[in-house]
């Protein structure tokens, strides 16, 4: 809004890696079919784009309860700056969440 230029933001799902034997999940990982994405950081996101960064933090919900649990996938919180402004989102397990094994629950 600053300058009047349009401006797009992709950014990938960012969630965690499912529990292995012996150890919880990695945490704030991106999916190896995403390719080479990467997050845009918070500075050049602001500095850049019609948005603050209000908040950027582990998802800190409840899930995935047994003996090790999946990593924590990342919360955003975005404020956009423009009026004239759109989002389109794709997310994916929002119905039907990853399975346990092993006892471990979804």
């Known amino acids: 809004p600053d300058n ?3 401006f797009t933001l992709v950014e990938p799902e960012i969630g965690g ?4 034997p012996g150890r919880d999940g ?4 991106y999916s190896g ?5 990467y997050n845009c950081p918070v500075e050049i ?10 908040r950027m933090a ?3 919900e409840p899930g995935g309860h047994g003996q090790f649990r999946g990593g924590r996938g990342i919360c955003i919180d975005y404020r956009v700056r ?3 402004s759109f989002m389109t989102c794709g997310y994916t397990r929002s119905v039907v969440p ?5 006892q471990g629950e979804p």
């Open 4 to 6: 009047g230029r349009l």
């Open 17 to 20: 890696w499912g529990a292995e």
């Open 26 to 29: 990695n945490n704030a990982m």
């Open 33 to 37: 079919l995403h390719g080479e994405t």
């Open 45 to 54: 996101c602001e500095a850049r784009y019609g948005l603050y960064v209000e």
């Open 58 to 60: 582990l998802n800190d």
């Open 82 to 84: 423009s009026d004239a």
């Open 98 to 102: 990853p399975w346990g094994l092993q």
